[in-house]
């Protein structure tokens, strides 16, 4: 972007995090994101000509670097990328009391939603080999209706069925499980107003609360 021909601090920050899509390519980097694909996995919307541009960017600011690695490309933040990322998160927790989403149609989407819970699953609460959630849309009829999480050391996601055994089902509206997920409303207010239906092992289902986590700013009260 061009610059805006100060010496100011802010406005050389601005010059490098101005540009659309940057602060999210860095919230997704320090969220652990490390391939290319990952991270358009957290950034489903964006362009991959895009991301490579705005990466590209990152690196020439050592803000970021490329590493050539065995098994492919991967990307991290600098010491001057993980000193940003505090002031990005701040940035966030900022938006959430003073800009809330209001959950409309045009800030809802699946893949991020479950991207992002995947993410934060507490995988040292599962004893078993194997524990497989499955989470069903009930607005969508397109391929992002079902989408399941295999849960063994890591959790992976997949929007096609691997051919296991479901341990527990999850049911819900999009806006109903975002809404969970940012705080708005607890996983048990959703289930007693049969806005969210949980099915499978009595244990997960009981724990739910505990294993399934929340978004990083889902205790971030609303300022009004």
Not at 141 to 162: M, N, P
Not at 164 to 175: F, H, N, Q, R
Not at 185 to 203: C, D, F, K, Q, Y
Request: proline share 3%; charged share 25%; hydrophobic share 40%.
């Amino acid at each position: 972007m061009k610059g805006y021909g100060q010496f100011c601090p802010i406005a050389k920050a601005s010059e490098v995090l101005g540009e659309r899509w940057t602060h999210l390519v860095v919230r997704e980097l320090g969220a652990g994101s490390e391939t290319f694909n990952d991270l358009r996995r957290g950034l489903p919307l964006i362009s991959p000509s895009l991301l490579s541009t705005r990466l590209k960017t990152l690196e020439r600011a050592g803000v970021a670097e490329r590493c050539e690695e065995e098994g492919g490309v991967r990307y991290h933040l600098t010491d001057a990328g993980q000193d940003l990322l505090p002031i990005i998160m701040q940035l966030g927790t900022w938006g959430h009391r003073w800009v809330r989403s209001d959950l409309s149609a045009e800030d809802l989407d699946p893949s991020l939603l479950v991207w992002d819970i995947h993410r934060t699953i507490d995988t040292a609460f599962f004893k078993a080999e194997r524990t497989v959630i499955q989470i069903e849309f009930t607005d969508y009829t397109s391929k992002f209706r079902h989408w399941w999480l295999v849960i063994t050391d890591d959790v992976d996601v997949c929007l096609k069925d691997q051919g296991y055994e479901v341990d527990l089902k999850i049911s819900s509206d999009l806006k109903t499980l975002t809404a969970v997920w940012m705080g708005d409303t607890t996983i048990m207010n959703a289930i007693r107003e049969h806005a969210l239906e949980v099915e499978g092992s009595p244990h997960l289902k009981k724990n739910i609360a505990v294993w399934l986590g929340g978004s990083f700013y889902a205790d971030v009260k609303p300022a009004r």
